[in-house]
């Protein structure tokens, strides 16, 4: 896998059940410590009726036994300030539709807030929709995600050192994806629901229960 940039902490996530991201949990909550505030971001999902409370109680129950004790949750940027992310020693960016997550962080400027955040050494996991939005492009989300915000500019934070992301892989998506890699002419990795990437310390690595794969743009020669 490429090389990313030595200061990056990144934890990206297939999007399964918390059942199949306990290894990645631990890495990241590992990275928090237990004096470590996270701040958990679920806009990418459209609120139920009681609101974000199932979304609270979820990241409560993934992260409090992992010693993370301190959690907050914002579910509305236009109150927030960008420069209140440095508060916080690590970020969690829900899953849900992609582009209307895009669509919110751009809006309020924390699109680039949270990429000062990332190469400044914060720790960030992204959660499907979450994961995508740190690859170059997001338009790998096409195929599940509704672009009902009217994104023109699919351009995600760029982390991943030029790497599209796509959540949910299975191996029958195979040809599906290499499809997707040649037409955009990008590099993408591929991540099972079992399984994510995690970036520390200048390289990329597989982790979890699944491996992830790399595909790469193929061009017909001649």
């Not at 609120?47 to 959690?71: E, M, N």
């Not at 500019?153 to 998506?173: E, I, K, S, V």
């Not at 890699?181 to 994510?196: D, F, M, T, V």
Request: charged share 20%.
């Amino acid at each position: 896998m490429q090389p990313v940039l030595p200061r990056l902490r990144l934890m990206l996530a297939g999007g399964g059940d918390a059942p199949d991201s306990v290894p990645l949990d631990e890495i990241f909550a590992g990275w928090l410590g237990q004096r470590g505030r996270l701040l958990y971001l679920p806009l990418a999902a459209a609120p139920k009726t009681d609101g974000y409370a199932q979304h609270r109680a979820w990241i409560d129950a993934v992260f409090a036994p992992l010693g993370v004790s301190v959690i907050q949750m914002w579910t509305d940027l236009t109150a927030r300030e960008p420069a209140e992310l440095e508060d916080f020693g690590g970020v969690y960016i829900g899953g849900g539709n992609t582009f209307t997550l895009l669509h919110l962080l751009r809006a309020s400027g924390f699109d680039r807030a949270l990429k000062h955040f990332a190469l400044n050494g914060g720790a960030v996991y992204g959660g499907s929709a979450g994961a995508i939005l740190l690859g170059a492009d997001i338009a790998s989300c096409e195929r599940d995600d509704p672009n009902t915000v009217g994104l023109t500019d699919t351009r995600g934070l760029d982390l991943l050192a030029g790497h599209d992301l796509w959540c949910h892989y299975r191996p029958d998506q195979q040809e599906q994806v290499q499809a997707y890699s040649h037409h955009s002419g990008r590099p993408l990795y591929a991540l099972p629901e079992r399984g994510g990437l995690c970036a520390q310390g200048g390289v990329i690595r597989s982790v979890g229960f699944e491996p992830c794969q790399t595909f790469f743009p193929s061009f017909p020669s001649g």
